[in-house]
DNA sequence: ATGAAGATTGCCT
DNA sequence: GGCAATCTTCATG
Protein backbone atom coordinates (compact mmCIF):
# COMPACT_ATOMS: atom_id res chain seq x y z
CA UNK A 1 0.00 0.00 0.00
CA UNK A 2 1.38 3.19 -0.95
CA UNK A 3 1.83 6.24 1.94
CA UNK A 4 -1.26 8.26 1.82
CA UNK A 5 -0.72 11.55 0.44
CA UNK A 6 -1.39 13.68 3.40
CA UNK A 7 1.83 12.34 4.44
CA UNK A 8 3.33 14.93 1.45
CA UNK A 9 1.49 17.39 2.69
CA UNK A 10 3.79 19.01 5.22
CA UNK A 11 6.80 21.21 4.64
CA UNK A 12 9.61 19.11 3.06
CA UNK A 13 12.26 19.84 6.30
CA UNK A 14 9.24 17.86 8.12
CA UNK A 15 8.63 15.32 5.15
CA UNK A 16 12.24 14.60 4.46
CA UNK A 17 13.07 12.41 7.77
CA UNK A 18 10.31 10.65 8.12
CA UNK A 19 10.75 9.30 4.32
CA UNK A 20 13.99 7.73 5.60
CA UNK A 21 13.33 4.15 6.02
CA UNK A 22 10.27 4.27 3.46
CA UNK A 23 10.55 2.02 0.27
CA UNK A 24 10.92 3.59 -3.64
CA UNK A 25 10.02 0.65 -5.93
CA UNK A 26 9.47 1.05 -10.10
CA UNK A 27 7.74 -1.88 -11.85
CA UNK A 28 8.92 -2.24 -15.20
CA UNK A 29 8.79 -4.51 -18.50
CA UNK A 30 11.79 -5.57 -16.88
CA UNK A 31 11.08 -6.02 -13.19
CA UNK A 32 10.78 -4.70 -10.13
CA UNK A 33 13.40 -2.65 -8.06
CA UNK A 34 12.54 -1.44 -4.42
CA UNK A 35 15.27 0.76 -2.39
CA UNK A 36 14.82 2.06 1.27
CA UNK A 37 15.66 5.60 1.65
CA UNK A 38 19.03 6.36 3.84
CA UNK A 39 19.45 9.54 2.58
CA UNK A 40 17.33 12.31 1.31
CA UNK A 41 17.68 16.14 1.18
CA UNK A 42 14.32 18.89 1.57
CA UNK A 43 14.10 21.98 -0.46
CA UNK A 44 11.77 24.62 -0.39
CA UNK A 45 11.03 27.04 -2.90
CA UNK A 46 10.85 30.79 -3.67
CA UNK A 47 12.44 30.99 -0.37
CA UNK A 48 15.13 28.64 -0.99
CA UNK A 49 17.97 29.80 -3.12
CA UNK A 50 18.94 26.47 -3.72
CA UNK A 51 15.96 25.00 -4.55
CA UNK A 52 15.08 25.04 -8.65
CA UNK A 53 11.68 26.65 -7.91
CA UNK A 54 13.54 29.78 -6.44
CA UNK A 55 13.34 31.81 -9.97
CA UNK A 56 9.27 30.45 -9.82
CA UNK A 57 7.68 28.40 -12.30
CA UNK A 58 9.25 26.89 -15.77
CA UNK A 59 8.46 24.12 -17.71
CA UNK A 60 11.25 22.36 -16.04
CA UNK A 61 10.15 22.33 -12.75
CA UNK A 62 6.34 22.80 -13.14
CA UNK A 63 5.64 19.40 -11.33
CA UNK A 64 6.79 21.21 -8.10
CA UNK A 65 4.49 23.83 -8.41
CA UNK A 66 1.80 20.66 -8.34
CA UNK A 67 -0.34 18.60 -6.09
CA UNK A 68 1.89 16.67 -3.34
CA UNK A 69 3.03 13.01 -3.71
CA UNK A 70 4.06 13.03 -7.11
CA UNK A 71 7.46 12.58 -8.95
CA UNK A 72 9.68 15.50 -9.82
CA UNK A 73 12.28 14.22 -12.12
CA UNK A 74 15.48 16.17 -13.69
CA UNK A 75 18.24 16.06 -15.89
CA UNK A 76 21.32 17.71 -15.20
CA UNK A 77 25.60 17.62 -16.18
CA UNK A 78 24.06 16.19 -19.61
CA UNK A 79 24.19 12.56 -18.90
CA UNK A 80 22.15 12.18 -15.06
CA UNK A 81 18.66 12.53 -14.04
CA UNK A 82 17.44 12.85 -10.44
CA UNK A 83 14.50 12.49 -8.45
CA UNK A 84 12.61 14.60 -5.95
CA UNK A 85 8.79 13.70 -3.92
CA UNK A 86 6.69 17.06 -4.33
CA UNK A 87 6.03 18.26 -0.46
CA UNK A 88 3.10 20.88 0.13
CA UNK A 89 4.05 23.04 3.61
CA UNK A 90 1.44 25.76 1.78
CA UNK A 91 -0.37 26.50 -1.24
CA UNK A 92 1.82 26.62 -4.05
CA UNK A 93 4.82 26.39 -1.77
CA UNK A 94 6.95 24.38 -4.38
CA UNK A 95 9.06 22.31 -2.05
CA UNK A 96 10.25 18.96 -2.86
CA UNK A 97 12.39 16.37 -1.06
CA UNK A 98 15.56 14.78 -2.96
CA UNK A 99 16.33 11.37 -3.04
CA UNK A 100 19.77 10.96 -2.53
CA UNK A 101 20.49 7.47 -1.64
CA UNK A 102 19.15 3.99 -1.01
CA UNK A 103 19.85 0.55 0.16
CA UNK A 104 18.45 -2.32 -2.84
CA UNK A 105 15.77 -4.57 -0.99
CA UNK A 106 14.39 -6.20 -4.31
CA UNK A 107 15.58 -6.74 -7.86
CA UNK A 108 19.10 -6.38 -7.09
CA UNK A 109 20.03 -8.40 -10.27
CA UNK A 110 18.02 -5.96 -12.53
CA UNK A 111 19.31 -2.97 -10.85
CA UNK A 112 22.94 -4.02 -10.88
CA UNK A 113 22.39 -5.04 -15.12
CA UNK A 114 21.74 -1.43 -15.57
CA UNK A 115 24.04 0.25 -13.45
CA UNK A 116 27.13 -1.87 -15.16
CA UNK A 117 28.12 -0.80 -18.66
CA UNK A 118 30.84 -2.64 -19.61
CA UNK A 119 32.62 -4.64 -17.74
CA UNK A 120 32.14 -2.61 -14.75
CA UNK A 121 31.53 -4.40 -11.16
CA UNK A 122 29.06 -2.83 -8.78
CA UNK A 123 28.96 -3.31 -4.66
CA UNK A 124 25.15 -3.80 -3.57
CA UNK A 125 26.13 -0.96 -1.35
CA UNK A 126 26.91 1.33 -4.35
CA UNK A 127 24.01 0.23 -6.53
CA UNK A 128 21.59 3.57 -5.47
CA UNK A 129 24.25 4.95 -3.39
CA UNK A 130 23.90 9.02 -5.07
CA UNK A 131 20.94 10.74 -6.28
CA UNK A 132 21.96 10.02 -10.31
CA UNK A 133 22.99 5.88 -9.22
CA UNK A 134 19.79 5.52 -7.29
CA UNK A 135 17.92 6.91 -10.96
CA UNK A 136 20.11 4.65 -12.81
CA UNK A 137 18.98 1.56 -10.50
CA UNK A 138 15.61 2.40 -10.91
CA UNK A 139 15.01 3.31 -14.63
CA UNK A 140 13.98 6.80 -13.47
CA UNK A 141 14.06 9.55 -16.26
CA UNK A 142 11.94 12.62 -17.61
CA UNK A 143 8.98 9.94 -18.88
CA UNK A 144 8.03 9.90 -15.03
CA UNK A 145 8.66 13.66 -14.15
CA UNK A 146 4.89 13.54 -12.58
CA UNK A 147 3.84 10.22 -11.89
CA UNK A 148 1.78 9.90 -8.55
CA UNK A 149 3.75 8.12 -6.25
CA UNK A 150 0.83 7.65 -3.70
CA UNK A 151 -1.45 5.45 -6.58
CA UNK A 152 -1.38 1.80 -5.81
CA UNK A 153 -1.42 1.77 -9.62
CA UNK A 154 1.41 3.83 -10.68
CA UNK A 155 4.56 2.63 -11.95
CA UNK A 156 7.01 3.96 -9.25
CA UNK A 157 5.57 4.45 -5.94
CA UNK A 158 6.46 4.84 -1.61
CA UNK A 159 5.22 2.66 0.72
CA UNK A 160 6.18 2.15 4.47
CA UNK A 161 9.20 0.59 5.52
CA UNK A 162 8.60 -3.11 6.80
CA UNK A 163 8.24 -1.95 9.95
CA UNK A 164 6.13 1.17 10.88
CA UNK A 165 4.97 4.03 8.40
CA UNK A 166 8.03 6.06 9.18
CA UNK A 167 11.75 5.97 9.93
CA UNK A 168 11.39 2.35 10.24
CA UNK A 169 14.40 -0.05 8.99
CA UNK A 170 13.70 -3.20 9.98
CA UNK A 171 14.74 -4.85 6.76
CA UNK A 172 18.26 -3.46 7.10
CA UNK A 173 19.76 -3.58 10.63
CA UNK A 174 23.24 -2.17 11.92
CA UNK A 175 25.70 -3.52 13.10
CA UNK A 176 25.00 -5.68 16.79
CA UNK A 177 21.75 -3.91 16.74
CA UNK A 178 19.13 -6.55 16.61
CA UNK A 179 16.59 -6.17 13.63
CA UNK A 180 13.91 -3.41 13.73
CA UNK A 181 15.90 -1.05 16.27
CA UNK A 182 15.34 2.43 15.44
CA UNK A 183 18.31 4.05 13.73
CA UNK A 184 19.36 7.00 14.77
CA UNK A 185 19.03 10.14 11.77
CA UNK A 186 21.83 12.91 11.10
CA UNK A 187 21.51 15.82 9.50
CA UNK A 188 24.01 18.22 7.61
CA UNK A 189 24.46 20.52 5.23
CA UNK A 190 23.10 20.08 1.53
CA UNK A 191 25.87 18.53 -1.30
CA UNK A 192 27.02 20.05 -3.75
CA UNK A 193 24.64 23.22 -3.43
CA UNK A 194 26.38 26.44 -4.19
CA UNK A 195 24.11 28.46 -1.78
CA UNK A 196 21.99 28.26 1.56
CA UNK A 197 24.94 25.56 1.72
CA UNK A 198 24.66 25.85 5.69
CA UNK A 199 21.45 24.85 6.01
CA UNK A 200 21.49 21.50 7.43
CA UNK A 201 18.72 20.14 5.51
CA UNK A 202 20.51 17.05 4.34
CA UNK A 203 18.86 13.89 6.14
CA UNK A 204 20.79 10.24 6.46
CA UNK A 205 20.90 6.86 8.89
CA UNK A 206 23.85 7.11 11.19
CA UNK A 207 26.53 4.71 10.15
CA UNK A 208 24.82 3.42 6.80
CA UNK A 209 26.99 2.20 4.00
CA UNK A 210 24.78 3.16 1.26
CA UNK A 211 24.71 7.04 2.11
CA UNK A 212 26.60 9.12 -0.47
CA UNK A 213 29.98 10.50 0.45
CA UNK A 214 29.94 14.03 1.67
CA UNK A 215 30.88 16.58 -0.94
CA UNK A 216 31.00 20.21 -0.76
CA UNK A 217 30.28 22.90 -3.77
CA UNK A 218 33.01 23.13 -6.32
CA UNK A 219 32.24 25.64 -8.84
CA UNK A 220 33.35 23.64 -12.45
CA UNK A 221 36.45 25.81 -14.05
CA UNK A 222 34.96 28.61 -16.36
CA UNK A 223 36.00 28.05 -19.99
CA UNK A 224 39.31 29.85 -20.84
CA UNK A 225 38.78 33.94 -20.74
CA UNK A 226 40.89 36.20 -22.74
CA UNK A 227 43.37 38.32 -20.28
C1' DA B 1 21.39 33.84 -30.51
C1' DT B 2 24.87 32.68 -27.39
C1' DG B 3 27.20 31.29 -23.30
C1' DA B 4 27.74 29.61 -18.56
C1' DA B 5 26.63 26.65 -14.87
C1' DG B 6 24.61 22.72 -13.01
C1' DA B 7 20.89 19.15 -6.36
C1' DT B 8 26.90 14.11 -10.59
C1' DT B 9 29.74 10.39 -11.63
C1' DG B 10 33.73 7.72 -13.06
C1' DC B 11 38.25 7.48 -14.58
C1' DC B 12 42.92 9.41 -14.48
C1' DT B 13 47.31 10.76 -12.12
C1' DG C 1 42.40 14.97 -5.55
C1' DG C 2 41.52 16.65 -10.41
C1' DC C 3 38.94 16.78 -14.51
C1' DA C 4 36.17 15.36 -18.61
C1' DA C 5 31.64 13.92 -20.31
C1' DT C 6 27.42 15.97 -22.22
C1' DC C 7 23.04 18.78 -22.79
C1' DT C 8 19.21 21.42 -20.75
C1' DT C 9 17.90 25.57 -18.72
C1' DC C 10 18.24 30.20 -17.69
C1' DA C 11 20.35 34.84 -18.10
C1' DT C 12 22.16 38.18 -21.05
C1' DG C 13 22.96 40.78 -25.45
Not at 65 to 70: E, K
Not at 119 to 137: E, I
Request: net charge positive; glycine share 10%; hydrophobic share 40%.
Amino acid sequence: MPIPRNFFARHAVEVAPDLLGCVLEHQTADGLVAVELTEVEAYAGRSDPASHAYRGKTKRNAVMFGPPGHAYVYFTYGMHFCVNLVCLGEEGSASAVLLRAGAVIAGEDLARARRTRGAASVASRDLARGPARLCQALDIDRSLDGADVCAADSPLRVRAGAGNPARSATVLSLGDDPPGTPRKIMTGPRVGVSSAAEVPWRFWFEGEPTVSLYRAHVPRKRKLVTP
